[in-house]
């Protein structure tokens, strides 16, 4: 995008080691023109699937596709967040016990 182009940003995205990019359905292939992205890897960001939460991950060396859908987690996904949810679903000291998952 115009942001990437004309400011330092492009500078900083190319120094980034590791890059998470979700797909996104609504954008343009110029938008990530800062992000030198392969054939595959644009079509992927530009190319949503319905229902699934994918997220492209790229390093210097490579790049991999990760399913990042947490629901299978269930309720210990309010765990991973801390906070009052976590506290209200699992006891104010869970985070001091190890395998509170388990009990």
Do not use: C, H
């Amino acid at each position: 995008s115009s942001q990437i182009r004309g400011s330092k940003a492009r500078s900083i995205l190319e120094a980034l080691p590791n890059q998470l990019l979700f797909s996104n359905g609504e954008a343009a292939s110029t938008d990530y023109d800062g992000f030198r992205l392969a054939d595959g890897e644009l079509d992927f960001v530009l190319s949503p699937i319905p229902g699934q939460r994918m997220v492209l991950s790229r390093t210097p060396r490579s790049s991999t596709v990760l399913n990042v859908d947490l629901k299978a987690l269930g309720p210990l996904l309010t765990a991973l967040g801390g906070g009052q949810a976590g506290l209200n679903a699992f006891g104010p000291d869970y985070a001091a016990r190890p395998k509170f998952w388990k009990e």
